[in-house]
C-alpha cells in the first residue's frame, strides 16, 4: 500500500514538471518566435563575361556583357593596342561605371564592352596580362610596335572593305595581312558582330580628338551619321562625316557600314588621357537615343 502511494506520488511530480516545461515552451515560443529564413533571389547585376576569341600568341579576348535588353550596343577599345592603351583603359572605367550603376542601362538595352581587342600588342610594350593601369605604361618608351599584332599586321587594316595586302598609316606602309580577316582578332570582332547584330559598335581610338563616321562603298549610312552627331554633341568632340587625312583600306568600321551595322570611331584627343567626361556624356547620350527611340516604335 505504501509502494502504491509513493508511486502516485512520484508520478504526480513527474506529470507537474513536465506541465511545467510545457508552459514554460509555451509562454516563450510566443514571445519569441522562432526565425525563419527566407532566401529572396537577387538579379545579377553584374556583368556576364566571357571570350569571343584568341589572339595569334593565344591570349583572350574578353567581353563583358552588361544589361538584358534586345537593343544591343558594343564599345571596343584597343584595336591598335599598346600604342592606343588609353583607349584600354577608358574601357575599363566605362565597365567600372557600368558594374556600378547598373541603372545607367536602359530596360530595353544590352552593352557589351570588349576592352582590348588586340592583347598581343598590348603585351608588347607593358609586358604583363590581364587589367593595368596607366602607371604600368614604362616611360621612355616608343609605343608604336603596340600598334600591330604579333604577326606585324595592322588590325584595322585587315578587314573586308577595299582591302589591300598593303595600307596606309600616316605617312608609312603597313601590313594588312595576306587576306581580308587573315587574323584572329579580326575573325573575333567580324564573328562578334555577325552572330549579335548590335544596333551599333563604337571603337575607341586616339589621338585626334573627333567622332569619325563609317563607310564602304555603298556611303555612310544614314543612322550612322545620327549616332555619330549625338555622340559628338554631347561629348565636345568634333563630328567629321569622312576621314580623309590619307587613305585608308580594310578597317574595320568600314567593313561594319559594308554588312549594314552603323558605326562609329571615337579618338581621345591624346594617346595618355581617356577624356573620361566626354565620353561619358557621349555614351549617356546613345543610351537616351536607344531608349527614346524604342518608346517611339513601341507606341507606332
Same mark, same amino acid.
Given at each position: 500500500? #505504501?509502494?502504491?502511494?509513493? /508511486?502516485?506520488?512520484? &508520478?504526480? %511530480?513527474?506529470?507537474? *514538471?513536465?506541465?511545467?516545461? =510545457? ?102 610594350? #607593358?609586358?604583363?596580362?590581364? /587589367?593595368?593601369?596607366? &602607371?604600368? %605604361?614604362?616611360?621612355? *618608351?616608343?609605343?608604336?610596335? =603596340? ?113 549594314? %551595322? ?39
Amino acid at each position: 500500500m #505504501i509502494d502504491s502511494y509513493f /508511486r502516485r506520488v512520484v &508520478l504526480g %511530480i513527474i506529470v507537474f *514538471v513536465l506541465l511545467g516545461i =510545457g508552459l514554460l515552451f509555451y509562454v516563450f515560443y510566443k514571445k519569441s518566435p522562432p526565425t525563419v529564413k527566407v532566401i529572396v533571389p537577387v538579379a545579377n547585376i553584374g556583368p556576364v563575361h566571357t571570350f569571343v576569341g584568341k589572339s595569334v600568341e593565344g591570349r583572350n579576348i574578353e567581353a563583358f556583357k552588361y544589361g538584358s535588353g534586345k537593343t544591343h550596343l558594343v564599345f571596343v577599345g584597343g584595336v591598335h593596342g599598346g600604342y592606343e592603351w588609353n583607349s584600354i583603359v577608358l574601357a575599363y572605367k566605362f565597365m567600372d561605371y557600368l558594374e556600378a550603376n547598373p541603372s545607367a542601362i536602359p530596360k530595353n538595352m544590352t552593352v557589351t564592352v570588349i576592352p582590348n581587342a588586340n592583347p598581343d600588342g598590348l603585351f608588347k610594350i #607593358i609586358g604583363k596580362e590581364g /587589367r593595368f593601369t596607366s &602607371l604600368d %605604361i614604362p616611360t621612355g *618608351v616608343t609605343t608604336s610596335p =603596340g600598334r600591330f599584332n604579333a604577326n606585324g599586321i595592322d588590325l584595322n587594316r585587315n578587314f573586308d572593305c577595299k582591302w589591300q595586302p598593303k595600307s596606309i598609316w600616316q605617312n608609312k606602309t603597313v601590313s594588312a595581312g595576306t587576306q581580308p580577316f587573315s587574323e584572329p582578332e579580326a575573325v573575333a570582332i567580324r564573328d562578334f558582330a555577325v552572330n549579335n547584330n548590335p544596333v551599333a559598335i563604337v571603337f575607341w581610338h586616339s589621338q585626334s580628338g573627333a567622332v569619325y563616321a563609317s563607310q564602304c562603298e555603298e556611303g555612310i549610312l544614314p543612322e550612322t551619321l545620327s549616332i555619330m552627331n549625338i555622340f559628338a554633341k554631347a561629348s565636345g568632340y568634333k563630328a567629321v562625316p569622312e576621314f580623309d587625312a590619307y587613305e585608308t583600306t580594310g578597317d574595320s568600321e568600314a567593313w561594319l557600314a559594308k554588312i549594314g %551595322i552603323p558605326s562609329i570611331t571615337v579618338e581621345l584627343k591624346t594617346h595618355e588621357g581617356i577624356d573620361w567626361e566626354q565620353n561619358l556624356a557621349g555614351a549617356k547620350a546613345l543610351f537616351k537615343y536607344y531608349e527614346e527611340r524604342e518608346v517611339v516604335n513601341s507606341s507606332l
